[in-house]
């Protein structure tokens, strides 16, 4: 049976830099490369940074201010050469890497879930399907279309972010589509004590009724992160403090390893696939303990689309009923 070594990486951007925090996540997944590591989570929207100020500002405040606007500048463009660089990070560590980006496609963000595998290709670019609360400040709304799990190296993975985990259908259409591992990502240093308890009932929860692994890693912002963004949205410590809970959660939905709460690090687990196996003799919530004719989930995972355009037909003009119609009457 598979055995495959992962990680749930607790992951300190370089505030305000993309370039910055691109080189250091491919400086991470090098060393994780080298303790053997074939798997990888990253937090949730870490490049370039998570939007903590839109959790403090007023609406006029965004608007009028540069927070926003200096996200946007830093945001990441799907291909680009950031995304270059963490595919060939990945490519030379042999590793399967899912990592949270803000995405810029014109004047949009997005919160992007990218999953590139262990040849570095780019197999999944999934984004958020609904921003939370404030995110939809900054955020727009993702489609069905990354609603899948996909196949890796490692085995077949599902992604979601944050939230997402309180939507039930959400989560049920990454179980039926068979997930093996779940990348699941939260932005970290927010919200309080209560936020890491909330995501540790959200990724036990899931991994109780999927049957699959729950790799979950969560940013950190240290002493001088918090300082500056307090410095420059006016907001207090409290938003942007607590709210950890890096770790890897069984199918059974026992923790594996003592969840990183404070500092940058990694937790990493054997993951032995022979567990899905036995959790889901028990209950397979996407096969025999399920009741198809009594419940269903329907998905539509057609990609959204600014511009929808219909082929021109241009009038075929039958030249003998034109000479018909204008021959005199007999």
């Given at each position: 049976?598979?055995?495959?070594?992962?990680?749930?990486?607790?992951?300190?951007?370089?505030?305000?830099?993309?370039?910055?925090?691109?080189?250091?996540?491919?400086?991470?997944?090098?060393?994780?490369?080298?303790?053997?590591?074939?798997?990888?989570?990253?937090?949730?929207?870490?490049?370039?940074?998570?939007?903590?100020?839109?959790?403090?500002?007023?609406?006029?405040?965004?608007?009028?201010?540069?927070?926003?606007?200096?996200?946007?500048?830093?945001?990441?463009?799907?291909?680009?050469?950031?995304?270059?660089?963490?595919?060939?990070?990945?490519?030379?560590?042999?590793?399967?890497?899912?990592?949270?980006?803000?995405?810029?496609?014109?004047?949009?963000?997005?919160?992007?879930?990218?999953?590139?595998?262990?040849?570095?290709?780019?197999?999944?670019?999934?984004?958020?399907?609904?921003?939370?609360?404030?995110?939809?400040?900054?955020?727009?709304?993702?489609?069905?279309?990354?609603?899948?799990?996909?196949?890796?190296?490692?085995g077949r993975i599902g992604q979601l972010a944050c939230f997402e985990h309180n939507n039930p259908l959400a989560r049920y259409a990454m179980i039926a589509d068979g997930e093996q591992i779940h990348s699941a990502m939260y932005p970290g240093s927010a919200f309080?004590?209560?936020?890491?308890?909330?995501?540790?009932?959200?990724?036990?929860?899931h991994a109780l009724e999927s049957g699959a692994f729950v790799v979950n890693a969560t940013a950190w912002l240290d002493a001088d992160q918090q300082a500056q963004i307090m410095k420059d949205t006016g907001c207090g410590i409290g938003p942007i403090t607590g709210?950890?809970?890096?770790?890897?959660?069984?199918?059974?939905?026992?923790?594996?390893?003592?969840?990183?709460?404070?500092?940058?690090?990694?937790?990493?687990?054997?993951?032995?696939?022979?567990?899905?196996?036995?959790?889901?003799?028990?209950?397979?919530?996407?096969?025999?303990?399920?009741?198809?004719?009594?419940?269903?989930?329907?998905?539509?995972?057609?990609?959204?689309?600014?511009?929808?355009?219909?082929?021109?037909?241009?009038?075929?003009?039958?030249?003998?009923?034109?000479?018909?119609?204008?021959?005199?009457?007999?």
């Open positions: 049976m598979k055995v495959v070594k992962a990680a749930a990486v607790q992951f300190s951007p370089v505030l305000y830099s993309r370039e910055a925090t691109v080189a250091k996540v491919v400086q991470k997944i090098h060393e994780l490369g080298q303790k053997g590591v074939q798997f990888a989570t990253f937090p949730e929207t870490v490049v370039p940074y998570y939007p903590y100020f839109a959790a403090v500002q007023t609406g006029i405040e965004l608007l009028s201010g540069t927070e926003h606007l200096r996200l946007l500048e830093q945001a990441v463009t799907v291909p680009s050469a950031a995304t270059d660089a963490i595919g060939d990070a990945a490519r030379k560590a042999g590793m399967v890497v899912s990592i949270g980006v803000n995405e810029r496609d014109g004047g949009t963000l997005y919160n992007t879930q990218l999953l590139f595998d262990a040849d570095g290709t780019l197999i999944q670019r999934r984004r958020k399907i609904t921003p939370t609360h404030f995110e939809r400040m900054i955020w727009g709304q993702g489609d069905g279309s990354g609603l899948r799990a996909v196949d890796s190296a490692v309080g004590e209560g936020f890491a308890q909330r995501m540790e009932i959200n990724i036990r929860q709210g950890c809970f890096t770790t890897i959660v069984a199918p059974d939905g026992m923790l594996m390893a003592e969840p990183l709460r404070s500092g940058e690090g990694e937790v990493i687990v054997d993951l032995d696939f022979a567990q899905i196996d036995r959790r889901k003799m028990l209950m397979d919530a996407a096969g025999h303990y399920n009741r198809p004719e009594l419940l269903s989930l329907m998905i539509d995972r057609t990609p959204t689309a600014h511009v929808h355009e219909r082929a021109s037909h241009p009038l075929v003009v039958d030249e003998h009923a034109s000479d018909d119609l204008h021959a005199p009457a007999a």
